[in-house]
């Protein structure tokens, strides 16, 4: 194995890392040995601070930690610290190149890195972690999911409460037809929790020498460094995050998405309660979704809030959560009291007193975590792999930001065609340009 470089050389290398990896038709090495099913996988994670350093303690456990990649030193100095023999790198593209060892790759970097870094791994044949909302665009989405499909590799994007036994069963309890007909659903969130509907910063402060600036920009636009990009601030950045829905929704939508079985909207559209702005999300918002008959589903229209509720008259005397789910049928209505599809009622109470669960229809999870790393060897897929469940519903919830972006105007979405019908305004946010030397 080529060891990783050394910060000085890295730092100077920096604006020439990568030149060759991304080319049209992409990579064609060979995938990695495929571990038995008895066997330990070889893990590296892209980003090692924050959400990456949980990661890194739950997959610690499970399987080897065999490489780190991070861009900022700081972020990431706990995580290094311990784990004091593993490899560190800073560009994952050099790490995914250079150490052969590696077997899967868990990503959790901002999301505007999260599809470079992912489809580079597939078509490598890694096996991929990914953490939510997947990828910064649908475009992107949809290649993850190509490209999952393609290389036949283990997936799994970071929703974590897909895994708890209180989503499933209440998965079970709808599916079984508890609630009747749902044809109303509300979701909200109490984010954002960082600054939105803010200018751009002036000025050009020296970047941190613990910091690669231009690694952490990735395929964003050029742009000078500044402290209100990171960390974590960068959800609200259209550049680098994908606001509060993107945040959140594959947490909180993910009950009644997976439950009513929604598939693909025909519309979506968006109430803003600040100005558009082209380099923030705004501080609060309504999106509302309507997706189409399913079968014998009927028709739904799903409410997405930010900083917003729901009517008072649906929670029928229950205490408002700061997020959750109420989905809304002509028998009762379900309460996820949760962001995870957990906390759950029925109501009114009085009508389901004696309720029984449903028989299991689902597989219990050994945990998140571990669903993946068993699929790695050989056992069934996790429920949220890129090519069955989490692409799609990426796209879904990314599309809330597409209907934000236009500024209220209804998208009529063409899920065929990945299209804004008659909207051309919608077009790149859908599909998003790169910087030189990142192309997908």
């Known amino acids: 194995m080529t060891p990783p470089t050394s910060r000085r050389d890295f730092l100077q290398s920096t604006a020439l890392a990568g030149v060759g990896f991304w080319v049209a038709g992409g990579l064609t090495a060979a995938p990695s040995k495929q571990p038995g099913p008895n066997e330990r996988v070889n893990v590296a994670v892209i980003g090692a601070g924050g959400q990456g350093a949980s990661n890194v303690n739950n997959v610690a456990k499970l399987a080897n930690l065999v490489a780190l990649c991070d861009v900022d030193d700081v972020r990431a100095a706990a995580t290094f610290r311990q784990f004091p023999k593993v490899p560190v790198w800073h560009d994952f593209r050099a790490m995914l190149e250079k150490q052969k060892d590696i077997d899967a ?82 979701v909200w969130t109490n984010r954002p929790s960082w600054p939105q509907n803010i200018a751009r910063p002036k000025g050009t402060p020296a970047v941190p020498k613990t910091l690669a600036w231009d690694l952490w920009l990735g395929p964003a636009p050029e742009r000078p460094y500044q402290s209100a990009y990171l960390p974590f601030t960068w959800r609200g950045w259209w550049d680098f995050g994908t606001g509060a829905i993107g945040d959140m929704a594959c947490h909180t939508m993910n009950l009644p998405y997976m439950a009513l079985r929604l598939g693909y909207p025909t519309s979506v559209v968006a109430e803003l309660d600040t100005p558009l702005s082209n380099e923030t999300a705004p501080l609060g918002c309504r999106v509302t979704y309507e997706f189409p008959a399913r079968g014998k589903l009927p028709a739904v229209t799903l409410h997405w809030y930010e900083r917003r509720r729901p009517p008072e008259k649906l929670f029928m005397g229950q205490k408002f ?9 002509s028998r009762g209505t379900l309460y996820s009291a949760s962001d995870y599809g957990g906390n759950n009622r029925l109501l009114p109470e009085m009508n389901f007193r004696d309720f029984k669960d449903p028989n299991p229809t689902l ?63 919608a077009d790149p946010f859908i599909r998003r340009d790169y910087r030189k030397g990142w192309t997908l």
């Open 105 to 186: 790759v868990i990503v959790a970097t901002p999301d505007h890195l999260h599809a470079h870094a992912s489809i580079m791994a597939m078509r490598l044949g890694k096996h991929v972690y990914c953490e939510k909302p997947l990828t910064h665009s649908i475009s992107e989405a949809r290649l993850m999911k190509e490209t999952a499909q393609k290389h036949r590799v283990a997936t799994q994007m970071g929703n974590q409460g897909t895994a708890s036994t209180e989503l499933r069963r209440a998965v079970e309890v709808v599916q079984a037809g508890a609630l009747g007909d749902v044809r109303e659903v509300h």
């Open 321 to 329: 959560r700061a997020s959750g789910a109420l989905l809304v049928g």
């Open 363 to 425: 597989p219990r999870s050994p945990g998140h975590h571990r669903e993946w790393l068993d699929a790695i060897r050989g056992g069934p897929a996790a429920m949220s792999n890129f090519v069955d469940y989490s692409a799609q519903f990426a796209e879904v919830v990314l599309l809330g930001n597409v209907a934000i972006r236009v500024g209220g105007k209804r998208v009529v979405w063409d899920s065929a065609k990945m299209l804004a019908t008659d909207l051309p305004a």
